[in-house]
């Protein structure tokens, strides 16, 4: 089984550009997640979708988009890259219901200069 | 809101000795509770969860970690580190439902020939 599949694995960006991180998952659940993790912060929530149709903010939503394109896929948009936002970004889905392990992604590491 | 305290960033233990990994969670319905490892330039994956059944939980690569409602924390302890155990440890807390993992900031841990 793949998993969780992010693509791209790396990414370089200059300020300003836009950029669509994607997500897919084969394991048939329900919700799925978007965090960044940078050096001494842990993992930080983005967004999520508790099932498919829905979107909700996490803890640092701005400067991110997100689109639950069905229930496999969960992407992640920069409209307008900034430096503050050179990060590793990982995807995570679970079943979402009782049972709340989240299975992740390998990640992204974006790099905007 | 949940949340997660893990003490000390770094953590640093000769080869053989006990490993013993500190986390504090706050939760206002009874918790789920996660301990994930990440390699350097991999993503996370889970070593143990806890989801209110027996309050000592083993999970793989022979650790353990204890559920202790009184004191609020999920400690997670290895009799004997092997150089292999060398990564970042996240502690994670869940109320539940749809609601996400909140995690802590990471400890890494050293482990000294």
């Given at each position: 089984n793949a998993g969780v599949t992010q693509t791209p694995k790396f990414q370089v960006l200059k300020t300003g550009q836009s950029m669509t991180l994607q997500c897919a998952q084969d394991?048939?659940?329900n919700s799925m997640y978007w965090y960044r993790q940078d050096p001494g912060m842990g993992l930080r929530l983005i967004y999520y979708s508790a099932s498919e149709g829905t979107t909700d903010k996490g803890e640092v939503p701005n400067g991110y988009n997100v689109s639950r394109?069905?229930?496999r896929e969960f992407s992640l948009r920069l409209e307008s890259a900034a430096p503050s936002q050179t990060s590793v970004y990982f995807c995570a889905s679970s079943v979402?219901?009782?049972?709340?392990?989240a299975f992740f992604g390998q990640g992204t590491r974006l790099t905007v200069v | 809101a949940q949340s997660v305290t893990q003490l000390g960033s770094h953590v640093s233990v000769s080869e053989g000795a006990l490993v013993l990994l500190r986390c504090n969670y706050s939760s206002s319905v009874p918790p789920y509770l996660f301990w994930y490892v990440q390699y350097p330039n991999q993503g996370l994956q889970l070593l143990l969860k806890y989801t209110s059944a027996a309050t000592l939980v083993k999970g793989i690569n022979g650790f353990e970690a204890e559920f202790k409602k009184s004191e609020t924390s999920f400690h997670l302890t290895k009799p004997s580190a092997h150089m292999s155990d060398a990564a970042e440890y996240f502690c994670a807390v869940s109320e539940g439902g749809n609601t996400p993992l909140v995690f802590g900031k990471g400890t890494r841990l050293s482990v000294i020939a």
């Open positions: 394991m048939n659940h394109l069905n229930k979402g219901w009782k049972n709340t392990e | -």
